[in-house]
């Protein structure tokens, strides 16, 4: 089993800059590619960006491409998602999840999520 912890949710201006973490338990972390999704209110939860074992490439949503940067530490077994020129539209929970897929972007094809942290775009 797969322990995921969110951290690092709030309220921000827009334009401003926020980073989320996610720690985890399995001392298999490294093994597993990390993603990011996010879910607004009366939405379906959507890929944000994701990152394989070896953080040697990174893929995102273009909704949020060369804004957001999704990285990784595995010797921390932690999962970072730093959110620049963040907007309105950018207000969701934001979950972290682990999948044993490589280049896996939908949902389904994540088997561990954290419980989510709030992300709040509002002057």
């Known amino acids: 089993q797969v322990q995921l912890v969110e951290s690092g949710g709030g309220l921000v201006q827009p334009g401003g800059s926020l980073r989320l973490s996610c720690a985890s338990s399995a001392r298999t972390f490294s093994s597993y590619t990390m993603g990011w999704f996010r879910q607004a209110p009366g939405k379906e939860r959507e890929f944000v960006a994701a990152?394989?074992?070896?953080?040697?490439?990174?893929y995102y949503a273009d909704l949020v491409k060369g804004r957001f940067t999704i990285s990784r530490d595995n010797a921390k077994n932690t999962l970072y998602l730093q959110m620049n020129s963040v907007k309105a539209e950018d207000t969701a929970v934001y979950y972290c999840s682990a999948s044993g897929r490589v280049g896996a972007r939908t949902p389904r094809e994540y088997d561990y999520w954290g419980q989510g942290t709030q992300v709040t775009v509002s002057s």
């Open positions: 990152i394989p074992w070896s953080g040697g490439y990174t």
